[in-house]
């Protein structure tokens, strides 16, 4: 069954590159990054672990742990994992989940049968720490991914999670955001006394809130 933005994701224990896993206690209240890719030894799945592995030290700046999964076993993640340094220049930094028997890819939907029956399609999943879903993102396999744009998303969920905000369309890092539909102009005084940019009574524009 799909799993919902909301849901408490499933806990599953896994094989990985880094040793056997459980995926809660893995996680441990952290915000996580699940993503999945069709297959080992691919061109386009190669150049996107290279680029997960340089941004790293991104996600480790927000606090997110990152783990990839693909139907291959331990084995051949570990001798691709060669390839990927050797052509991307970054050896991968996370762990790999081995799903040879598709328990975790049929457990998140990450196999689309009409796309491919046996390898799992380019999932995203965003957890919170209380293991809520808060992103899904479905990418089909010709098509790569574009990391900093999750991280772009992330920055957005872990700022709207403290301020009663919401980030506009093509928002990024420091720019001008808006205040939440939810919040009555009363209630918006008292959180934003230096107040706000009306452009429509449903339109308030407030600069980023900080700290
Ligand atoms: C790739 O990573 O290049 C790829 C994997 C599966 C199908 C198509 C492309």
């Not at 297959?39 to 790293?56: M, Y």
């Not at 396999?141 to 403290?162: C, P, Y």
């Amino acid at each position: 069954m799909a799993i919902r933005l909301g849901d408490v994701v499933p806990d599953f224990t896994a094989e990985t590159t880094q040793g056997t896993i459980n995926f809660h206690d893995w996680k441990n209240d952290s915000w996580a990054v699940l993503f999945s890719h069709p297959r080992d030894f691919t061109p386009v799945c190669t150049t996107e672990l290279g680029a997960v592995a340089k941004l790293k030290g991104d996600f480790d700046a927000r606090g997110v742990k990152v783990i990839g999964l693909s139907v291959d076993p331990v084995d051949s993640h570990l001798e691709w994992e060669k390839d990927i340094e050797e052509t991307q220049g970054e050896a991968v930094n996370f762990p790999m989940i081995a799903d040879p028997d598709r328990d975790v890819a049929n457990l998140y939907d990450m196999i689309h049968p009409n796309a491919n029956d046996t390898q799992t399609v380019r999932s995203v999943f965003v957890i919170a720490p209380d293991n809520t879903l808060k992103l899904n993102i479905t990418y089909p396999a010709s098509t790569g991914r574009n990391f900093d744009e999750i991280l772009r998303v992330i920055d957005s969920l872990q700022l709207t999670a403290k301020y009663s905000v919401a980030t506009p369309a093509n928002w990024t890092n420091g720019g001008e955001v808006i205040i939440g539909a939810a919040v009555t102009d009363e209630q918006a005084k008292e959180k934003f006394p230096e107040g706000w940019r009306a452009v429509k009574p449903y339109l308030r524009w407030v600069p980023q809130p900080k700290g």
